[in-house]
Every structure is written in C-alpha cells, then in structure tokens.
C-alpha cells in the first residue's frame, strides 16, 4: 500500500518495503550547501534528499541506491514534485561515472545488531556490518575520485558504529573536516526495551532517558 509523507513541504509517496526519511535525512538536506552546484545523492532512499535539492536551487541532482524499490519511489517521487533528477542503481560509487561539487551520503552508520533490534530498517534494504561502520569507511575512502576540485562530502555518521574508525579514516583522506551539527537524539521504545543488549559506549544516559548520538560531518581538500 502506498502512502503520503510530508518532508520539509514536499510530499513523498512511501510504503513499509522502503526507508523512510528521518531527522536526520531533514538536517542533511537543511545543512548540506547545494545551491548553484552539481550534487550526488549517495544511498538516496525513496529520494526526499535529491528532491529537496532540486526544488531548492541545485544546478544538477544525481540520485543512486542499491535497492530497485527505493529507486523506484524515487522516480515516482521525482514525478509528483515535477524535478528533473538523474536516477541509477549503484553499490556506493560502483556505477557513478562522473564528478560533483558536492556529495552527500546517508548510508547506514547503524550496527547490524541495534538495525535489526529497532527495525528501523524493512527487511530487504542494505545495512552495515557489526561495527556500523564500513558503508561510511567505504564512502569516505573512494568520494575523492567523484568529487570536483574543492567538492564536498557531507556524510552522516551515529554512535551506533565504530566513531573512532570513521574519524580516522575522514583525517586520512580528507584535509578538512568539521561537524555541522551533533544531535543527541531519544531512545524509541524498542531501543529502550533492549538497552542492556546494546554497547555502553554507543549511547547515554540522562536522566531517566537513554541518547544515541548522530553527527553531519563535511569533509573537503
């Protein structure tokens, strides 16, 4: 069955086979700089990212994601808010051709433990390993080859993967880095149910309440 949400004013059709955008999705679009410049959307869902982009001023949006049914919400999508977008399947960067000003990326950083405990995820979307980690590593090893002359990588990292390995392969590859905005962001429900089969390290505790920590980093040369 399909359905309608709402995402920063525009409408996207959406169904339980797919990953629905999320905060984190919405601070991606709000504080990654696309105006006036090409932009690839890495692991782009049902399309709210590449979508906001296009409507709001990018010179040129590229979309990719591993799964057909995210891609094809994302056309679906593209057509309800009358956007042009270039829309492909691709591993990451397995199948990007070209170079961008900007790439913005918000794969999974979520431990495959904690993925499937919150079921934040429909069962056939891609997600990380153990550590949480290695989609982002991927992405932050191989963005230089996609990335024009002083280009961009906005990736979204959480507490829920290994940090310090992600850190240090963002100060291996990229000369600069900063935070654009850390969020401590409440336990659901389900998280709260299963805390004690969760890391200590991935998350806090004030209060009464629990907090996973999500992060938007920008990286460039």
Known sequence: MNNILDFIGIKLNYSDQVFRPTLISENCAKLTD???????????????LAIYFAKNGAKEVSACDIFDKHLEYTKKNARLNEVEIEIFQSDLFSNVKKKYDVICCDVSGVDKKVAELTGWFPEEVPKADETGSNLIIKVVKEAHKYLNKAGILNIATTSFSNVDSIENNISKNFLNSEVLIKIDVPFSRRLKENVKLLNEKSFKKIGDEYYWEFKLLKCSN
């Open 34 to 48: 696309f105006r006036d410049k090409s932009i690839l959307d890495l692991g782009c869902g049902i399309g709210p």
